[in-house]
């Protein structure tokens, strides 16, 4: 049956719709849908599991240099399988032209998955440098494995000590999902960060997350500290604070995403005569 399609049960009609809604649903409830089960030619059936809260890197008793490391449950997520994040974080590279990049940083690299993206959809990966910063010394540990090319070089260190590292400046900027951590102040750092090591012509890609993981699984929305639903305030904050701080800077931002909110800055300074 086709999606629109209109079918009679019990003299009463309806529309079928698939099975879109019904994945949304899921983990609206905290739980995963199952493979649908046929039981007629009209029927189905959906299960869902409920996912186990208590599973989550969010409430991890690991120290906190190791909270997001290789023995950790955070390892057991891959953003770059998730079709949500994937979209629009290519999406995000192709706007910032990534081909033409030099000097790459990504701040809060933890094993690489971002890179490994960049290295997928660019074919010019051999003739930039990419730099990532990380405070967990497994996860660098292995991203040094996993990009064990000359032009690949990661650093352990907590990135309000970045300047400890003398790195220069870099034509992109990523950071997915880091700047928003309570140990950082996020509006002194972001600025620092864009008047320090962004390339005058340079540009910016940051990822905020606008969902949990709960047993492995994406849950859409944040959760804000002392709220039990999903509150976007603070999110929301953040992210209108740097569009406006970057356009100030004759920076062009876009603002795109779901479960992570991509927000994108690409230079619109005019060259000097």
């Known amino acids: 049956m086709n999606i629109g399609e209109k079918f009679v049960i019990n003299n009463t009609e309806y529309i079928y719709r698939g099975y879109n809604s019904c994945g949304q649903l899921a983990p609206t409830l905290c739980s995963q849908l199952l493979t649908p089960k046929t039981v007629s030619d009209n029927f189905v059936v959906l299960s869902f599991i409920k996912l186990n809260k208590k599973d989550s890197f969010h409430n991890s008793n690991l120290e906190q240099n190791e909270k997001y490391g290789i023995d950790s449950i955070f390892k057991n997520i891959c953003k770059i399988e998730e079709p949500s ?143 039990n639903y999903s509150e976007l305030s603070i999110l929301f904050n953040d992210v209108i604070f740097c569009k406006k701080y970057l356009q100030q800077k004759k920076y062009r931002v876009t603002i795109t995403g779901k479960d992570y909110i991509f927000l994108t800055a690409t230079s619109i300074k005019k060259e000097a005569k």
């Open 85 to 227: 994040f994937v979209n629009y974080y290519i999406n995000a590279l192709k706007n910032v032209n990534i081909a033409s990049k030099k000097r790459v940083l990504n701040l809060g690299v933890n094993s690489g998955d971002e890179f490994e993206v960049i290295k997928q959809i660019s074919l010019n990966c051999n003739d930039t440098q990419f730099v990532g910063v990380d405070f967990c010394q497994s996860a660098i540990n292995m991203a040094k494995k996993t990009f064990p090319q000359s032009n690949f070089n990661f650093f352990v260190e907590d990135i309000n000590n970045i300047d400890k590292l003398k790195l220069g400046r870099f034509d992109l900027i990523i950071s997915i999902g880091t700047l928003q951590s309570s140990t950082l102040n996020f509006k002194t750092f972001f600025m620092s960060l864009v008047q320090d090591y962004l390339e005058d012509k340079g540009a910016i890609i940051l990822g905020f997350p606008n969902c949990r993981w709960i047993d492995t699984q994406m849950i859409y929305g944040a959760k804000a500290p002392n709220y």
